[in-house]
């Protein structure tokens, strides 16, 4: 099946990525994940790297291969990348070029033939934010395809949009895109 990279940001929906990352596996998929810092005080590593059976990366200056450059080759092998969750500073930072952690260096050197998907989670005054759609808006010009949050209660209490979509949705939007790329 398809070789897929999930990153995962500082979200408390960042716990769902388990889920995910299972739900990928038992499709028969490789999923390697990416973490930013914030996403560590959600979910722990391990927890991913045992569902995914592959090295969690979180650190862009560790290079574990000596003789590669980690975040592009991550992305030369990929046929998939997902950031669910995404947050509002993640998307930001993608959409403005920052290249300062795992996730955003890893997608911003991504061959421009890779899928890209973005599954948002954030509270809906943060979401509907000007500068996110903004943000949301340039990041489908590079071809990122947004999978819409849903509305529900959210962590904080206040119930609008902004909830991680359901996995179901996911790993259908994930489906369809790979089925779109082998036509």
Same mark, same amino acid.
């Given at each position: ?28 998929? =490789? ?108 990041? =489908? ?30 790993? =259908?939007?994930?489906? =369809? ?7």
């Amino acid at each position: 099946m398809a070789h897929i990279l999930l990153a995962v940001t500082g979200s408390i929906a960042s716990y769902k990525a388990a889920d995910l990352v299972n739900g990928l596996k038992k499709q028969g998929h =490789e999923v390697t994940v990416l973490m930013t810092e914030a996403a560590r005080d959600f979910i722990q590593p391990l927890t991913l790297q045992v569902l995914s059976q592959n090295h969690v990366h979180l650190d862009v200056m560790k290079e574990p291969y000596p003789d590669q450059v980690n975040h592009i080759e991550l992305g030369k092998r990929t046929n998939l990348f997902i950031v669910a969750p995404a947050t509002a500073n993640t998307i930001a930072k993608l959409a403005h070029g920052f290249a300062d952690n795992m996730v955003t260096s890893t997608a911003l050197a991504l061959p421009h033939h890779v899928p890209k998907l973005l599954a948002p989670a954030m509270n809906t005054k943060m979401y509907d934010h000007p500068a996110t759609q903004a943000n949301l808006n340039t990041l =489908e010009t590079y071809g990122y395809q947004i999978i819409s949050p849903k509305e529900s209660l959210l962590a904080c209490g206040d119930y609008g949009r902004g909830a991680l979509a359901n996995l179901a949705t996911i790993l =259908e939007r994930i489906k =369809e895109t790979l089925n779109e790329q082998t036509l």
